[in-house]
């Protein structure tokens, strides 16, 4: 069963990745990006649980910033990705800079929120 | 804002006129809905209403004179002396910003408005863009036809008016709009799935976070409804990209105002949000990797996926609960908590229960606030139902829930106001669809109908009209309104069923095979129920909710007579007293005590200290000396109570004084409510227990009262008072209104000479014990 | 004839300068006897007054044409009253009118006898004195009586249990003892204003001297001879039990208490009427506070609000009246309060012995609106009872500390993420 | 002596000049336009047509002023003892809480030389409690007097003894010597009632003293002279005795006195009943605000203050209402105000709102306006209220000869026996209204400022009038000349077109370029 299982997930990761290759690679940028930002969240709960959270805001800001730029790429993602059906009327430069518009609000909000 | 939907729609030249006419319409709504609005200010005068405008008001002036960075600094010291209250850090700035900011506007261009104009007007503006943002809404749940009447119905329903007259300048005001505007825009983007109107979703989910408590509904409503969603396996990108961005956005932005603060992630009012946001990611994911999956690979993918997903969501939850079970009171605030479980506030917290806008409502205030909308409602619901889209679902799902909390607390009428409007606005206009349509297709020729249909508007219209002629000219500007709403969305009608047509779906057809007689009956009827509902909705702006409470009219045989002694009260205190001197009384007049008085007072209608309140009602319900010696020790120079005895004004300090024994002996037990009832009837005759003719307040309200007319006949309680010749040793009458409505008196200073019997009259402060002590200020998010 | 020109004639009624918070000695004093005989049998207690620049009006008690005050303003500072068996005053005067003249803080000297009237004693109980009731009785001594030839039945008292006070009784003690005849009157111990300054022997009791014996009303040392009161508006009142008292006889006789050796030639009465009569008439005991600033530390303005925790000076001056001008006073415990429904700070403020009190404290970590205040109650002197009300705010919004080294991380994630942001763009943009 | 005479005449002439020399730049050009402030010039110009330009006058009168110096300070105890008074009778009226004094003199030159000047003596205080002085000369006996105004203005002079403040009544013919002629005088004296006790309960009535001299101050020697005082009811507590006084009723008579020097003075105190209200605007500010589209919009800040004995311990409503006459007879709870004719939307409120209790009665001759402040005010209690109305343009604006258009308003406080401690009038011009100017008939300081109003630009020129102590006699009209073209009238107008006609145009633009956009997108 177990043994099934496993092959399973051979065979499953396998495939995944030859899917996976298959990704145009803006989109796989986008995907580095995302990992990035997950990665630097990740770090920070971390650290969050051996420091303590005295400054909570700030630490509120860090891990919400990069949560945000890894929704707001993930967003990204779906929308320019080309198999998606529902943005065919979409233009990829129209999300591109709605894209950017809602980092610099993030961001913008986030300096504030920082100090 | 409406125009470019509106005309981007249409491309022929004939839905480019639609479109304007659209246009149009929606400004003359816009128009209405302020109108309507203004009837308290031609019938009274221009001024602030009720209780928290007044703070409101306060608040304001603060700002335009002082600026931002002095509000958001602001220490009040002239309120909860001698605690003094944050101003700056505990109240919801939204709409005292927006007053400000459009003061300020029209200062820079030498329009010298005054604070106080900008405020009284703030309201009215706000409503007309409620309905605008109606308009939108249902635009978007359902064409522009849904659309328009939803906003017209929204313009004048009267539970939103009651809280939006001019001069009601609350939170309220404001805080309708944004939430229509914010589930706009939350359905505008999952419609059409782009980033731009997500982040102008979470800006104006942020206003709304800055103007009202309430917002709280909006981020457990939104979540319900992506579950619903993903429950009812309706889950597309869209919704993610509808939902994850808000979350982030909504937290980072609700954290930063000074109110909501920490509690955007700490309180369990949102925890619903970070939950919801964790599972659509797992399904987020799961549907990628369907997407790039082969279908026997993703069966055996879909195990370990869930498996992984599962745990994911239970490590979630168990933090979520650890969360909740370390933040205080489990994380839900009083009135939160009353939502949830009517029976709470009563029976844990009186001051909220004792708020008559906290009790569950009763059915005539049903029908008195939304009249016949609540019948209309049903039909709205099964218009929705077929076919059901996301958008729909989601008005339902709001619709269902603000019943319940409407139940819950009369004060959330409000909320429930907009979804009813926007249901009855989609079952009308369904049903108008449904008939005009069958009759064109009755009738031949399409000349025709047209006319016909507009002269049985007409004919109702004008039978309104002359029902409505009696009010005062507010109306007729009214009655054009009506006169042309059902016409012009007739016309508009028709030429929606072309795209209907194409677009609905088959079923349409069926129904619309009605008689022409039967159809033509049921408009009729229909225009008739509007019409009902318009009048009721006039007179409830005329009559019911226009009155400003500060100055109170009765008609007597001899004319028109003017109560206006809280006014006279104030600004006698205003200009004959200490600018220091600290003013006592029950906590609903404290805020226009320092707003119109501009003295500094002990508790106020900003509830958050349980115990000073306490403190004061103790002192009102003891004996004259242990209530000196309290406030003595408040450094209390003055005390006021309303007495409405002599002219009858029902909601004076007598009517309310259980309320401060309950409030009083909850947290000093030497206060006991039995004391104070004779066999369990509250009364102030004859038999009225010792304890409370002895109370402070019965003798200040009732000293020197007999002696009015012989016999102290309390015009109030239809009796005569039990206790009638007594002397005061410890407050000397220093100021009563001219129809004894405010009664003033002054602390005595304590005695020259000691008494043998004398004891020491220094303050044993034990009643006061801890006030100062709970520092846990509720910020309540409802209020 | 220019020379006549404004000099202001006033009227009978407008008052000369007279008792004011920067002159608090007496000036007017209104004397009320039975018989104007006493005004030669007392003349060296008055003489002893009008030395001392007392303007004195004789007046029969129940003379018609007495009024304290004319259209609310008092004629008089101080009232005198020897009129023991007076029933009731004459013209608009009685006992209310007495009471509010004390309360309006002027001040009282009452002296009974055995036939003291009711209205007396009802003036006396009053103010938290009560003589005793039975009417006949005085106070009887069989062991320290003062011996003389005339009485037999040890009713003259010769009394020397002072109260410890040099600021009644003025620093020279009293050796030789009072005299005393009259009643006693007892004071309750609960009341804070009133001291007994001469109070009798363990051995006194009050009784009537000719009934039998039978268990006296007041017995002992609870027996007050003299005591004075001071009413919370700082008016001062000496009520007595005998007008004797102050007699020439007694000032001037000598005295030889039974049973001790020493005979002296003088009786400490006239020593002991003198002092405590300054002392009624606020040529003693009387303080003033006043300047009462505080100000951050460095600063010198009074600030409007102060922060939580910031560092404030606080100071005040307090001076003596010694009758003729205000001397700086010199005391070890003025202690001031930083008072919130509690008080939160209370320091003892320290004196450069010029008058000026001094202290410095940090404001509690607690908001609100703060009061200094200065409670002061010292035997003998005035009460000095000051509140100035100061609101204290919290922290500014950009007053809490910033850039805590603790949340770097965080900053650097938060930067790195815009960092990250940007090169994405260009990389995405480039990419395409 | 005629020489010092005429000395004394420009010397005051001089003195006067300064204080209005002295103002700032644009009240300087103001000043040109005012009758007052030009009387001096003119005086001054009056010698100087025989002589030089005034700038050489008045160097002139420097040096005449520095040779006359001795023998005027040798004159000084008694300034001319050529003139004499034959006869003074004062008329001092008490009823209510201003003081009126009427004073008919008879005077006679002895002298060789003219007289052209009287003095007139005050003691500092009533000097500072001075509000208004007028005199006029009578001729014709009982039926058909005429009086014929003159011009009274303060006056210093060396060695006047004790301060004394003087003021010259110059007279139109000069006195030759042996003539006699009658003079009235009435002055108004404000604050000079003190109430004494000065707290009073509810019941009680008010008592007040007045200080004054039972025989005339004046730096003549009066030959015979008699004072009346009239108290406004029987009650008075004391007043002091002269002989001969004697008093009937409510009138009190000191006199007649016979032969009495210069500057004598004997100091006497009446205390007496006065319930009349003492009601004090402490602080009055009218705008005048003119709209040439046809309308004077006025609004007029009060704040109100019973000035009388303070009220003390309990206010019982009950007593009030039941007997208001014992029970609150020093207290006033209605006050009188006179507005011009034809007035209209009137309204009165204060900073919360409405005030309901007023009524308003018009006619063709004049509109009252019956106010209550919001509670009936005690000795000490205080009430601010705000009055407006809008009255006609055509009734207050005129044209004069030289294009200019005027306003021409009354200077007082409508409130009817009401005295005014700070007054300030500020009238509000049209925007663009050019060199605007002041009139007024009393001495009063003036400036200039910008006020902003609906949709201005370069903001409106406002004249503002400030003056102390004002009494209903300075209910006088006082005028405000400026040059206006009424191009200005349609300036905002054609502003808020313009603005509307671009928000369209903007509107246009935004809807093609927006359908542009799309089309180009999708």
Redesign the interface.
Known sequence: MAKSSSTDAVTLIRSLRSAYAATPTNLKIIDLYVVFAIATALIQVVYMGIVGSFPFNSFLSGLLSCVGTAVLAVCLRIQVNKENKEFKDLAPERAFADFVLCNLVLHLVIMNFLG | MASPPDLKSGATLRNAFGGVLALFIIFLIGVLAFSIRLFSVIKYESVIHEFDPYFNYRVTQFLTKNGIYEFWNWFDDRTWYPLGRVIGGTVYPGLTLTAGTMWWILNSLNIPLSVKTVCVFTAPIFSAAAAWATYLLTKEVRGTGAGLTAAILLAIVPSYMSRSVAGSYDNEAVAIFALIFTFFLYIKTLNTGSLFYATLNALSYFYMVCSWGGYTFIINLIPMHVLLCIVMGRYSSRLYIAYAPLVVFGTLLAALVPVVGFNAVMTSEHFASFLVFIIIHVVAFVSFIRGILSPKMFKVAITLVLTVGIAVCVGAIAILVALVASSPTKGWSGRSLSLLDPTYASKYIPIIASVSEHQPPTWPSYFMDINVLAFLVPAGIIACFLPLSDASSFVVLYLVTSVYFSGVMVRLMLVLAPAACIMSGIALSEAFDVLTQSVKLQLTKLLETPPNAGDTKDGSSTVQSDVVEEDNKMIDNKTEFVKERPSKKSRKKDKEIVEKTRSKSRNQKRLMILPLEASSVAILLIVVLISLYVIHCVWAAAEAYSAPSIVLTSRSQDGLHVFDDFREAYSWLRHNTEVDDKVASWWDYGYQTTAMANRTVIVDNNTWNNTHIATVGTAMSSPEKPAWEIFNSLDVKYVLVVFGGLVGYPSDDINKFLWMVRIGGGVFPHIKEPDYLRDGQYRIDAQATPTMLNSLMYKLSYYRFVETDGKGFDRVRKTEIGKKHFKLSHFEEVFTTHHWMVRIYKLKPPKNRMKEKLKKPKMTSKPLSGTRRDESAKRNPWQ | ??K????????L?LLPESFSADNPTDRRLLILVDDLTIRSSHSLFFKSLESRGYSLEFRLADDPKISLQR???YLYDGLVIFSPSVQRFGGSLDQAAV?DF??AGHDLILAADSSASDLIRGIA????V?FDEDAEAVVIDHVSYAVSETDGEHTLIAADDFIQSDVILGEKRIEAPVLFRGIGHSV?P?????LKVLSASPSAYSASPRAKLSSPSLTGSTIALVSV?Q???N?RMLITGSLDLFTNRFLRSSVWKAGSSNKYEKSGNEQFVTEISKWVFHERGHLKAVNMTHHFVGEKTEPA?YRINDDLEYSIEIYEWSGTSWKPYVADDVQVQFY???PYVLKTLSTNLMGLYSTSFKVPD??????FKVEYQRLGYTSLSLSK?I?V??Y??NEYE???P??F???G??F???A??FI??I???Y?? | MAALYTLHSLLTAFLQFRPTSAVTLEAKKLEQKTPIAAFPLRRVEAMAESLAPPVLVRIMLLLLLLIAASPSTLESSSPSPAVRILSAERRVDLTSSIVKVYLTMKVENLGASYVSDILLAFSPTEAEHLAIIKASLTEGKRKKKKYTPLDVNPTELAGIPNGAKLFSISLISPLKTGETTVIEVLYVLTHSLEPFPTEIRQSESQLVYYHDSAILLSPYHVVEQIMYIKTPTNRVESFTKVDPTNRAGTELKYGHFHEQPPFNYIPITVHFENNNPFAVVEELVREVEISHWGSVQVTEHYKLKHAGARHKGVFSRLDYQARPSIHGASSFKQLLAKLPPRVHSVYYNDEIGNISTSHLRTDYQQSELEIEPRYPLFGGWKATFVIGYSVPLEVFLFKSPDGQHYLNFSFGCPLHETLVDQLTIRVILPEGAKNPSAAIPFDSDHFLEKTYSYLDVVGRSTVVIKKKNVVPDHNVPFQVYYNFSPAFMLAEPLMLVTVIFLFFCACIAYLHMDLSLSSSKA
């Open positions: 004839m220019a006549k020109f404004f000099c202001p004639l006033l009227l009624l259209y609310g303003h009471l004390v309360d109980s009053d103010s938290g009560d309750n609960s009341n804070t204003l009133a009161v009413a919370r508006n008016a609000v919130m429904m509690s607690v908001y609100g609106v703060f009061q009300q609101p705010r919290p500014r919004h910033r850039f805590i603790a949340a991380p965080y900053y994630a938060s790195s993420t815009m990250g942001f994405f763009t990389v995405y943009l990419n395409k």
